[in-house]
Every structure is written in C-alpha cells, then in structure tokens.
C-alpha cells in the first residue's frame, strides 16, 4: 500500500507540470508559429510526417538514420489530434521540456532540497541551450527528459522504474543507453569496493545492475526491426559513414573531447555557474541551527560524475556534428550540483543564482565570440525569419521559376509542410556556398534565381581569426567552410542581388540570373 506522501506525489507533479508548461509556453509565445528549422526540416518533422500519413516508423520521404520512433510517433498523435502546424509541434514540445523539468525537480528535492530543485530548474530553464531546444523537434531533450527520471528512481533503487525510463529514453535516442551504462560501471565500481565487507548489499546491487541492463532490450528489437525492414541496422551507410567512422582519428577526438568539456562546464555563459561553484567550494559550509547544511551525498555525486564522464567521452568519439545538444542530458546535474554547492556555501546564494540567470538570458540574446551552432541560443530564429522572408519573396516574384540553393533551404522550397512556401518550387541543388561550389554552379545551366544565405554565425570580431591553421583543423575534422558573401556569389554565377537581408553575422540574398529578360515568362 503506498504511503499518503506517495499517494500525493501525482496530483502535485500533475499541478507543479502544468505550472512550468504555462511559464514555458508564455516564455516561447514570439517562437510558437515560426516554420521548422535545420534539422527538424531535414529529418524529423518529415520522419514524423510520414509516420502520421502511412503508419509506419521508418521514413519514406527521407533517408532513414535509424533514430528510434517515440519522439516522431508522440508528434504523430498530437498532429492527428490537434492538426498539423508548427504552433502544435512546438506545444508539443514544450510539454517534453516542461516533464524533463519537472524531472530536474523532483531529482533535485531527492538528492538536495526544495530550495535547490527551484534554482536548478530556474538556470536550467533559461540555460540557452535548453530554451531553445525546448520547441525545436529534435530527440535530445525528450532523451534528457527521461534520463532523469530514470536517474531519479535509481537513486531510490527501484528496479522497476528504472527500466521504464530508461527504456523510453533510449527508444527516444539511442545515444540514451549511455546513462545506464555508465551507472551500471558504477555499480560495479561499489561492488570492488565493497566486496570485502560482510555487510555489503551485493544482491541490491545485482539487481539495479539487471534494471539498468534491461534497456538494451527494447534498443535491440527495434535495431533488428530496422535492419529486416532496411537493410541498415544502424542508419544508411552515409549516416554511419559521417556519425562513427570519420570520427575515428586521434587529433579529432582529442579536439572533441576538449569542446564536450566545453559544452558541460562551460558554454553559453555556464562558465559562471562554474566558477562561482569551484570558488564556493573553498570556503566552509554554511551551518543552520548549529548544524552544517549538507551537501548531496558522495555516493550520488559520483554517479553524477559517471554519467558525465561517460557521455562527455563518448560524444568525443562518435558524432560528426559536435552538437550543444547532445550534452543536454548532463549538463543540467552539473547545474544541480553546483547550485547545491552555492546553497550550502554561500550565504547570499540566491544572488549569486540571480547573476547566474543574467549570464544566461544575455546568452540567449548575445552571440559568442566565435562560431557556434545557431540552435544554441535565439540564434535560429534569425535563421528561420530571413528564410521566410527570402522563400516568400521568391514565391511571389518567380513563383514558376528555378532556384539554385542549398540545403536546408531546398528541402524549405519543395515541401510546403515545412511552413515556408505554398507550393513546391523546383530546384538546382548545391552542396553549400563555399568557392568551389559556386564555381561550378556558374557552369550550371537551368535555375533563374539562385537563393544564397549564411550557413553558419560568422562574428564580427572572431576568436582566432588570425590563426589559419586553426581553420584548416575545423576544416578538416568538423565539416567547415566559409560561405562566399553575397556580392562575390552574384558576380560568380553572373547574376544582380534583387533581394538581401542581413542579421546579426547573418545574412540571406537572392540573385537574379541576368539571362532573365523577359520576367513575366516565369512570373
């Protein structure tokens, strides 16, 4: 029979989830209706899509990357539901990030306190990372999500709930499994400690082992689906080809490494929460009627600490785009333990958690001194809005016309679902905007129009501009390229710019092809 504290532990999760879902949906209300964007444009809103038109998990419309299907089936239902808009996608996704919240919470009251669960999940809210990702259509944060309930419930050794949670965290993506894994090493870490003691609960410990193993299964059955229905267990060759194998050099994962540390302790102005805990540390804890305020116990810190470490080196390894994202399963127990940290060191805490949700709200607004994923921070939705600006000046001045671009703007013109144009346009498909892919567009023949734009943030002022050999390195190991700007674009392919909009180290253009006389033949 569960105890009454127990019986109450629904309702109040039930009350306290829709109270983060309104402040979150308040907090996102300018971003609700913008059209899909990068990576949910390229997979998956058009995974989901399908799934919701014929039923079935694995694409049709796209190459699949072999991404287990929750996500997209839980977009899927709301779509079939609440019809198919970006507002209820986004909606949709808020609820994750409210319940991934609402874990960080209930963890937080677990391993420290009521005042510690409302700071942790006040910085993890506002941490750039997380609100941004927070309507965006990606697996990361609804793995994160599940990810610590899972945790949660191993901190409190029931067994049966933790193969819940993680099994639905890994079959959110498959990167997941790396969270029992590492708490399974730990486990076995107690279990050589503890092995000479007569007391040691070594049959507990067995059996959270067997609970945190089992998550392996649901990821099998659905490897073994998708290799039947495939023929690639993993992903299409290509997928598997850019995410492990060109991964494999030494340079290249010691280089990871060092941004996957980066991205845990100090990205997107994480810096000072770390900081500020480091330095908190050296000073005595704070003692409440002649009792010292306690700090989260060593036992849960190092399974923290497993868990980081894990994944920090595991997406060094594997992982051809080093995405913020992926860390976002982590990154919010390192903020836990650093404001548990503040709370029992410092006496005026709150102010220093309060200087803390500064550095993060100019972290959404302030771009960094180099170059960055534009889904990190509000980054992307200057992305989005001069797309839409540019795709809507295309649709209505050639709107039977041929335009040369690249991805993701091509897949934005020829899918109207994505919430861009009306009606398809046909394209002339480039790799990208660097010098030799515009050259040999010049030698292509068949578009009118070509729509160029900023595939990366380029600062004004950027950290190691001088250094080239520190973009041959980036060129090298992580895909990148410097984009031709506008004007050099339109004198290559022999063309004049009728339509240009730059933003914050930004910028969108469409050229007109000069072979054009006669407009109204394609307007």
Same mark, same amino acid.
């Given at each position: ?104 919470? +209930? ?34 944060? %609804? ?63 067995? +059996? ?113 785009? @080093? ?24 006496? +005026?805490? +709150?102010?220093?958690?309060?200087? @803390? ?61 994505? %919430? ?73 392919? %022999? ?9 914050? %180290? ?18």
């Amino acid at each position: 029979m569960p105890s009454l504290e127990n019986r109450r532990t629904f309702p109040d999760s039930a009350a306290l989830l829709a109270l983060i879902f309104l402040v979150l949906l308040t907090l996102h209300l300018p971003l609700l209706r913008l059209p899909y964007f990068w990576d949910e444009a390229g997979y998956y809103v058009p995974a989901a899509h399908d799934l919701l038109l014929t039923g079935s998990p694995i694409p049709r419309t796209t190459i699949s990357n072999a991404h287990p299907p929750l996500v997209m089936a839980y977009l899927a239902l709301w779509w079939k539901i609440f019809s198919f808009r970006p507002v209820v996608t986004r909606a949709a996704m808020l609820l994750i990030a409210s319940f991934a919240l609402l874990g960080i919470y +209930r963890l937080a009251q677990k391993v420290a306190n009521t005042q510690v669960a409302i700071a942790s999940i006040l910085c993890t809210a506002i941490y750039p990372v997380f609100f941004a990702q927070s309507s965006l259509a990606h697996l990361d944060l %609804g793995a994160a999500a599940f990810t610590f309930w899972g945790i949660k419930a191993y901190i409190e050794k029931r067994g049966a709930w933790i193969a819940v949670w993680f099994s639905a965290a890994i079959l959110t993506k498959e990167t997941a499994i790396l969270a029992p894994i590492a708490l399974a090493g730990w486990e076995i870490i107690q279990q050589v400690i503890n092995r000479k003691s007569q007391h040691a609960p070594q049959a507990a410990r067995i +059996r959270l082992f067997v609970a945190l193993m089992l998550p392996l299964l649901p990821l099998v059955i659905w490897y073994g689906f998708h290799y039947l229905r495939t023929g690639f267990m993993f992903g299409n060759p290509e997928f598997l080809r850019y995410n492990v194998q060109a991964t494999m050099h030494p340079l290249r994962i010691l280089l990871a490494l060092l941004m996957r540390l980066w991205q845990t302790f100090g990205y997107m102005n994480l810096l000072v929460l770390t900081l500020a805990g480091l330095l908190a540390m050296w000073r005595p804890p704070l003692r409440d009627q002649q009792t010292e305020r306690p700090r989260i116990t060593f036992d849960v810190q190092f399974a923290f600490l497993s868990v980081v470490a894990v994944y920090v080196v595991a997406m060094a390894v594997i992982g051809g785009a @080093v995405l913020a994202r992926y860390m976002l399963p982590i990154v919010p127990l390192v903020i836990m333990v650093f404001v548990s940290t503040l709370w029992r060191r410092i006496a +005026r805490w +709150r102010w220093a958690i309060a200087i @803390v949700v500064l550095g993060f709200i100019a972290g959404l607004f302030i771009n960094p001194p180099y170059t960055f994923a534009l889904e990190d921070n509000l980054a992307y939705r200057d992305f989005v809005e001069l797309h839409e600006h540019a795709e809507h000046f295309i649709e209505t001045h050639y709107p039977r016309g041929s335009v040369l671009t690249a991805w993701p703007a091509s897949d934005e013109l020829t899918r109207p679902f994505l %919430g861009y144009v009306s009606h398809p346009l046909r394209i002339v498909r480039i790799e990208d905007f660097r010098f030799e892919q515009v050259m040999s567009a010049a030698d292509t023949r068949g578009y009118d129009v070509a729509l160029v734009f900023s595939t990366k943030y380029e600062p004004p002022n950027l950290l190691l501009k001088n250094w080239p050999a520190w973009d041959g390195i980036k060129m090298r190991f992580f895909d990148y390229h410097h984009d031709v700007p506008p004007p050099v674009a339109a004198q290559i392919v %022999g063309g004049e710019i009728v339509f240009s909009e730059p933003r914050t %180290g930004q910028w969108v253009a469409v050229i007109e092809m000069r072979q054009i006389v006669e407009a109204s033949n394609i307007r």
